[in-house]
C-alpha cells in the first residue's frame, strides 16, 4: 500500500511557542491531503481539507490562522500550529489521496502526538 | 450533519468471535471504512464496503446494509494482538470521511 509520512511523531513545546509538523505522501502525488486532531478516546475529527497549490478549507470551528497548513508540493503539506497553548495538545493525523486511486481511499502518517507546556 | 454510532467498550476471550455495529445518519453516502488503531497509533485500513454484503477478509469480515444504514465488523479467533481501537467511518456526500468514536475491544486469555 501507499506510504504516507508524518514528522515528527511526538513534540513538546512551550506554551506561546508554533510547531511544524510535516506530512509526506512517499510513493505517490497527494492532491489532496487531509488534517485530523484526535483527542483521547475521542474520534478523529477533521480540521482542514488540503490542496496542492491552493488555500486550505477549514472544518467549522477550526481557526485557519491558528492552524496553519501549506500544501506548496504534491508530495508535502505542513501543519503550524501557532502560538500553541495546552488545549492544543493532542494528537495529529494526516492522511493522503490522489486522483487515480480510488475516489475515498486514504492513506494515514503515523500521526503526531503535540503536548504543550 | 453526520452522527455515527459505535459501542465504547467490548470484551472477549481469545480465540472467540466479537462483532462490532455501527449505525450511522450522514448527508450521502459513499462507502464506510473500518479502521484499526492501536493506542498512540495512526488508523490502519481494514475494509471498505460501498454495496450492501459481506466482504471477508481473513479473520476479519465486514457487512454493510445501506438501507437500514448499518454496518459490522466481524472478528474472529480473537488474538491478543487483536486489542485496540476499532474506527467506522462513513464517506459522505462530499467526499470527506466521518469518524464514529471508536470502539475499543480487550481480548482476554
Known amino acids: 500500500g501507499a506510504v504516507v509520512s508524518q514528522h515528527p511523531s511526538w513534540v513538546i513545546c512551550k506554551s506561546g511557542t508554533s510547531v511544524k509538523i510535516e506530512c509526506r505522501s512517499l510513493?505517490?502525488?497527494?492532491?489532496?491531503m487531509f488534517w485530523y486532531r484526535q483527542f483521547p478516546k475521542q474520534s478523529l475529527m477533521l480540521m482542514a481539507t488540503?490542496?496542492?497549490?491552493?488555500?486550505?478549507?477549514?472544518e467549522q470551528g477550526v481557526e485557519k490562522d491558528k492552524f496553519l497548513i501549506n500544501h506548496a508540493s504534491l508530495t508535502l503539506s505542513t501543519l503550524t500550529v501557532t502560538s500553541a497553548h495546552p488545549e492544543d495538545s493532542s494528537f495529529y493525523i494526516c492522511?493522503?489521496?490522489?486522483?487515480?486511486?480510488?475516489?475515498?481511499?486514504?492513506?494515514f502518517g503515523q500521526g503526531t502526538r503535540l503536548t504543550v507546556v | 450533519g453526520q452522527n455515527i454510532d459505535q459501542p465504547t467498550e467490548m470484551t472477549a476471550t481469545e480465540g472467540a468471535i466479537v462483532q462490532i455495529n455501527c449505525t450511522y445518519q450522514t448527508s450521502g453516502f459513499n462507502g464506510l471504512f473500518w479502521y484499526q488503531q492501536h493506542a498512540g497509533e495512526a488508523p490502519t485500513f481494514l475494509s471498505y464496503n460501498v454495496l450492501d454484503g459481506l466482504e471477508e477478509k481473513g479473520r476479519f469480515s465486514s457487512f454493510l446494509s445501506r438501507s437500514k444504514g448499518y454496518s459490522y465488523l466481524l472478528l474472529k479467533e480473537l488474538q491478543m494482538k487483536d486489542s485496540a481501537s476499532y474506527l467506522c467511518a462513513v464517506v459522505g456526500e462530499d467526499y470527506k470521511l466521518s469518524f464514529g468514536a471508536g470502539t475499543t475491544v480487550t481480548v482476554r486469555a
Open positions: 488540503s490542496n496542492e497549490g491552493s488555500k486550505a478549507t477549514y
Open positions: 492522511s493522503a489521496s490522489s486522483p487515480g486511486r480510488e475516489a475515498t481511499e486514504a492513506f
Open positions: 510513493d505517490f502525488q497527494a492532491t489532496t
